[in-house]
């Protein structure tokens, strides 16, 4: 199976919404960090969890990664 | 009003930290990702599964009132981990940090203080789960076929009582422990403490608040609202508000400098 | 009747008194410094005052109001490292604490503004707290116990933590307090409390062992010093001295001695006749009125 009928037989319509939420929730944690005065634990690190992690990395940014204050 | 003000503070916060964004997401992720797998499940195996040729893929589909359900055992398991790892510190990280001490020395009702943080957080959740569950409604129709908008609107309802039994939780824990971790991590275990005490006690006192989540399951099949439902219910009403008296309780009787 | 009255108030924790039967009374309209070594208790006894703990036993009364009214809404309140929201901004936090003072929307605006004006934070109100710099929450802190024109204000160690430009500016600002509202502030600092304040309450070991005003402490602890030089190490004339009748307390510094006794005529002629019957190598005598930090000293020395 060619690149063209793998594209082709993924269902657009319903994979795209999931993917725009995905894109919103790794662009909010990155401006929050890029805000974050004093994340817990190295930012370079929380960069790479939440562009590699995909999902889980913002979702544990936004719980462990910024202090409560 | 103070408990006015109180509340809006919490709603400032929620929006400058990216709750009001986030944590909608994340519900809508989890509850539209089983009814979309449980579809594409023999699409995908069929294109990517390499399965020899010829090969037929039989999976009977589930009635759409079953895989709308799923949402929420999904949510059940993921969505509360989120609900209750994000009001881990609501008050445990404020008198923690020593905030508490400056609010709280001002002529503040501690039942305004518990109750205002209790209804924010719920409030952020009860839109989170209805609209995450709108999102998974939608799919289920269009994939599955037809389940009546009533129904969502009645299962959500019915869920939200569950969902505020669960922030209670939370709420007491945190009044009465200042480590945010620890609350997290005693919040995860009285629920899962719940439960346990719901499967074995379920036939003997059959309106734990657990078990209303097998009541929402009946509905969302038959459509009828049963009275051990609505027993459930207003108990699991009546249970939070004990736990949220208890918590402005335990809370006027800490000592906010120790 | 006295605008606070404190009676027998005691706190105990896990069995350890950390307060034993304090008793006091502030005067309205005074600026009264709670002096005291780390551990005195001097920020327990603030926190009860505030409301922020409960004592073991014993009163506290303010402006006559009945016990069971909220004594939250009379003071202000300052914790030693005060810590704020750091997502809000100043302007924001101050609002907010008027507003939960019961303040309406626009008074508490008002207020803020002018709060930040008069500590002087104004250029930083729309900055979040997270930015801001020790000194600068010391004064918002100060800004926000001002917040609801209290009848008290209470601050624990406002000074120590800040460097001597901020210290300065602080205690600039604390005289300014004073004119408005009744101050009881806590400090290590003998010199802070010297400066801003007209009474004085000595606090050691969890009671006060001297209080009054500067003059009156100064005068009941007058002249009871004399200072001696010896050519060589004081050592061996110490115990001599501190046998006669009269003398209270020898302090020991290299070649000198700091003498404290109840009866300065009496002792210094005993003094005198032991240094020409003993023939003491004796380079200095001098009778001096005691500073309040030599009082400080003696009391901690007890």
């Known amino acids: ?69 | 009003m103070q408990w006015i003000t109180i509340f809006q503070k919490e709603l400032l916060e929620n929006a400058r930290n990216f709750k009001w964004i986030w944590v909608p997401l994340v519900f809508i992720l989890l509850s539209v990702m089983d009814p979309l797998t449980t579809y594409y499940m023999p699409v995908l195996l069929d294109n990517f599964g390499n399965l020899p040729e010829g090969a037929q893929i039989n999976i009977p589909t589930p009635p759409p009132p079953e895989v709308f359900w799923m949402s929420f055992s999904q949510l059940n398991v993921l969505g509360i981990l989120v609900v209750l790892l994000m009001s881990m510190g609501l008050i445990s990280a404020e008198r923690k940090s020593g905030v508490s001490e400056m609010v709280l020395v001002k002529p503040v009702s501690y039942t305004s203080y518990v109750t205002a943080k209790f209804v924010s957080t719920l409030l952020l959740t009860l839109i989170s789960a209805f609209i995450g569950l709108l999102a998974s409604w939608y799919y289920v129709n269009l994939l599955f076929g037809e389940i009546p908008f009533s129904y969502y609107i009645g299962s959500v309802s019915f869920y939200s009582v569950w969902l505020m039994f669960i922030v209670s939780i939370s709420i007491i824990l945190n009044t009465a422990f200042r480590t945010p971790g620890l609350v997290g991590f005693l919040s995860i275990a009285a629920l899962l403490l719940a439960s346990a005490i719901n499967s074995v006690f379920k036939t003997r006192i059959e309106w734990l608040p657990p078990q209303i989540n097998a009541y929402i399951k009946g509905y969302l099949s038959t459509g009828s609202i049963t009275d051990d439902l609505w027993i459930t219910a207003f108990l699991t009403i009546g249970v939070t508000v004990i736990l949220l008296v208890a918590s402005v309780f335990i809370l006027r009787k800490k000592e906010l400098a120790a | 009747m006295a605008f606070v009255s404190v009676d027998q108030l005691s706190k105990t924790f896990d069995k350890t008194a950390v307060i034993k039967d304090l008793s006091f009374q502030l005067e309205k309209g005074k600026c009264v410094s709670l002096l005291g070594q780390n551990g005195a208790g001097k920020t327990t006894t603030l926190r009860m005052l505030s409301g922020l703990m409960k004592p073991t036993k014993g009163t506290i009364s303010i402006d006559g109001a009945s016990p069971s009214s909220d004594i939250r809404s009379f003071i202000g309140y300052l914790p030693q490292h005060p810590v704020f929201h750091n997502w809000m901004t100043g302007k924001e936090f101050l609002v907010y604490v008027g507003r939960l003072a019961h303040l309406s929307k626009k008074e508490a605006t008002t207020r803020a503004e002018s709060l930040l004006k008069q500590v002087g934070i104004e250029d930083a109100k729309n900055r979040r707290i997270g930015k801001y710099s020790g000194g600068m929450k010391q004064r918002l802190g100060i800004a926000q116990a001002m917040i609801h024109k209290p009848k008290l204000i209470m601050l624990d160690e406002p000074v120590s933590s800040l460097d001597p430009v901020g210290r300065r500016e602080v205690l600039t600002l604390l005289e300014e307090l004073k004119q408005e509202t009744t101050v009881l502030f806590s400090t290590h600092i003998l010199s802070d409390a010297e400066e801003v304040s007209d009474e004085l309450l000595l606090l050691h070991d969890g009671h006060i062992v001297e209080s009054g005003t500067m003059d009156d402490l100064q005068s009941q602890h007058d002249s009871t010093r004399i200072d001696l030089s010896f050519s060589k190490e004081a050592h061996a004339f110490e115990v001599p001295i501190s046998q006669i009748d009269s003398v209270e307390n020898v302090q020991r510094e290299g070649n000198q001695l700091h003498i404290y006794a109840k009866n300065i005529e009496n002792a210094r002629t005993e003094i005198l006749k032991l240094a020409s019957e003993q023939d003491w190598p004796m380079t200095k005598f001098e009778v001096s009125r005691t500073s309040l930090e030599d009082l400080f000293m003696k009391v901690v020395n007890q």
Do not use: C, H, T
């Open chain 1, 1 to 69: 199976m060619n690149i063209q009928e793998i594209f082709q037989a993924v269902p657009w319509v319903i994979i795209a919404p999931i993917l725009l939420i995905e894109s919103i929730l790794l662009i909010v944690a990155l401006i929050d960090l890029a805000r974050n005065d004093s994340p817990n634990g190295p930012k370079w690190l929380w960069v790479l969890i939440i562009i590699l992690m995909n999902i889980i990395g913002p979702i544990l940014y936004f719980i462990i990664g910024r202090r409560q204050d």
